[in-house]
């Protein structure tokens, strides 16, 4: 066996089981949104209070990632993944049996706190585990499970809410992370921190003005990701008009383009990031252009959704050029990340819901989502002109 065959032999169990971590952190995120219904006729409350579900658990991850990240900068990171998806069991157990609504929002927000912890620390790990050259990739493969999420678990799971009990899909979800925790201990070898940063180093990564316009790239423009998937079934209803049943299949569309982009992407930028973020982002816009267009047709909506959800891949190269480009306080970046991301999700159906009430047609929202994929390019350009100007290029370009 070849040393190459070794050292990926190696490594397999644990990316697959770090990205089974992801996997789980996607169901508990994506599939309350499809069963905010159900848990509305639970409650006898409206849609609206029900949508404070989805709510708190931002706020959870908004707290938690830095949080988390800054408690843990000294812990073994094995040890650390542990700890959080102990965290995702208990919350989605809580969940499962909440008896109020408040009560469940209260508990949504602890779902939510390791949410960001756990990424960053996964794909810290992955990367130290990547050769030269394949960082990219290897974080990839750990942010695979959340894209695998929304092809399989979400459905599945909206499936099982609709014929048995939204507290029931919480209640695997809570197995699932059980599941996870015994092979993250068994399978995910000790990765001691062997240099942990100071606080100082760490809130230092802030003064950074290209972890910045690197970090607005998704704080802008993965709105526009957002902006059009919240009102995807809105714009299937009103303006596509073909039965419900496509709604998931758009869905799905979506996931599987997600995934493979997760894939392409990756590959693309391990030789040279930053021109293939620069790419994928006037590319997106394109798309989101086309999406206006393309909703007259279900066939042509499908392959656009699909080509909106491969946009997505950006995001382990967007992670891996912010470790590029700040030696230190890898920790805060992890978490800035997932607080973009969570950001991004609450401007991007800001935006849309601005231009729908200004009497928009749904999907007119693709003109929103192609104005923050825009912005987004325009961090890209800010970005690149500082680098350009510091002669600061990632290593694998």
């Given at each position: 066996m070849s040393a190459s065959q070794s050292h990926r032999g190696a490594v397999v169990w644990p990316i697959l089981v770090m990205a089974l971590g992801t996997f789980v952190l996607g169901l508990t995120e994506f599939s309350s949104m499809s069963m905010?219904?159900?848990?509305?006729?639970?409650?006898?409350?409206?849609?609206?209070?029900?949508?404070?579900?989805?709510?708190?658990?931002?706020?959870?991850?908004?707290?938690?990632?830095?949080?988390?990240?800054?408690?843990?900068?000294?812990?073994?990171?094995?040890?650390?993944?542990?700890?959080?998806?102990?965290?995702?069991?208990?919350?989605?157990?809580?969940s499962a049996i909440a008896s109020s609504l408040p009560e469940l929002v209260f508990y949504r927000v602890l779902s939510g706190l390791p949410h960001g912890a756990y990424f960053g620390t996964a794909l810290l790990v992955a990367a130290s585990m990547a050769p030269e050259g394949k960082r990219a990739s290897y974080m990839s493969m750990v942010f695979a499970g959340l894209t695998i999420a929304t092809i399989v678990g979400v459905p599945m799971a909206t499936l099982i809410g609709q014929n048995m009990s939204w507290r029931v899909c919480m209640g695997i979800v809570a197995a699932l992370a059980l599941f996870t925790i015994l092979l993250i201990y068994f399978l995910v070898p000790s990765c001691p921190v062997t240099q942990p940063s100071k606080l100082r180093e760490e809130f230092g990564v802030l003064k950074n003005k290209l972890v910045w316009s690197i970090s607005g790239i998704i704080f802008v423009g993965f709105g526009g990701v957002f902006c059009i998937y919240t009102y995807l079934a809105d714009t299937i209803i009103n303006v596509t008009q073909t039965p419900e049943v496509t709604i998931s299949i758009a869905m799905m569309m979506f996931g599987i383009g997600t995934t493979i982009g997760n894939w392409l992407i990756s590959k693309l930028a391990d030789k040279s990031p930053l021109t293939t973020t620069g790419i994928a982002l006037m590319c997106s816009v394109g798309v989101s252009i086309m999406y206006v267009f393309a909703a007259s047709n279900i066939w042509w909506l499908y392959i656009t959704v699909f080509l909106l959800g491969a946009s997505v891949g950006l995001a382990a190269v967007i992670q891996s050029m912010l470790l590029d480009v700040s030696p230190t306080g890898h920790a805060m970046i992890g978490a800035l990340v997932q607080c973009a991301f969570n950001t991004a999700n609450a401007i991007g159906?800001?935006?849309?819901?601005?231009?729908?009430?200004?009497?928009?047609?749904?999907?007119?929202?693709?003109?929103?989502?192609?104005?923050?994929?825009?912005?987004?390019f325009i961090m890209w350009a800010l970005s690149y002109i500082q680098m350009r100007h510091k002669a600061l290029v990632p290593a694998t370009s």
């Open positions: 905010l219904p159900l848990i509305a006729e639970t409650y006898s409350v409206s849609p609206s209070m029900a949508g404070n579900v989805i709510s708190g658990y931002a706020i959870g991850v908004v707290i938690g990632a830095p949080l988390f990240m800054l408690l843990t900068n000294k812990t073994n990171r094995r040890t650390s993944l542990i700890i959080f998806v102990v965290m995702i069991f208990v919350a989605n157990g809580l159906p800001m935006v849309g819901g601005a231009m729908l009430a200004s009497g928009a047609s749904f999907n007119q929202t693709g003109y929103a989502s192609a104005m923050l994929f825009f912005g987004g």
